[in-house]
Nanobody, 119 residues
Framework: QVQLVETGGGLVQAGGSLRLSCAAS????????MGWFRQAPGKEREFVAA????????SYADSVKGRFTISRDNAKNTVYVQMNSLKPEDTAVYYC????????????WGQGTQVTVSS
């Protein structure tokens, strides 16, 4: 079973940047596609970004396209999301997740990290 731990959340002003990291316990991290999701208070969890096993394919929610960049370092068992030009509506708990293949359902989830963007 893959254990995922997100770090890097915090409080930032609108227009600022944050980079979230998600470290996996599993030595076969490279065999999983990875994704980032978020959940704002009172809202359903929503997809943010995904990356294929080797990093060749990525996808983004329209709301973050052009501002967020997902990447991964399989040697470090870590996936990242660089978030630029942050907006108050980006405030949410951010989760990373692992799937057995790109586009498949996500089987493993982290505990989440809070991102708060002040106006």
């Amino acid at each position: 079973q893959v254990q995922l731990v997100e770090t890097g959340g915090g409080l930032v002003q609108a227009g600022g940047s944050l980079r979230l990291s998600c470290a996996a316990s599993e030595g076969t991290f490279g065999s999983y596609a990875m994704g980032w999701f978020r959940q704002a208070p009172g809202k359903e969890r929503e997809f943010v970004a995904a990356i294929s096993r080797a990093g060749a394919r990525t996808s983004y929610a329209d709301s973050v396209k052009g501002r967020f960049t997902i990447s991964r370092d399989n040697a470090k068992n870590t996936v990242y999301v660089q978030m630029n030009s942050l907006k108050p509506e980006d405030t949410a708990v951010y989760y990373c997740a692992a799937a057995k293949s790109y586009g498949a359902n996500y089987d493993y989830w982290g505990q989440g990290t809070q991102v708060t963007v002040s106006s």
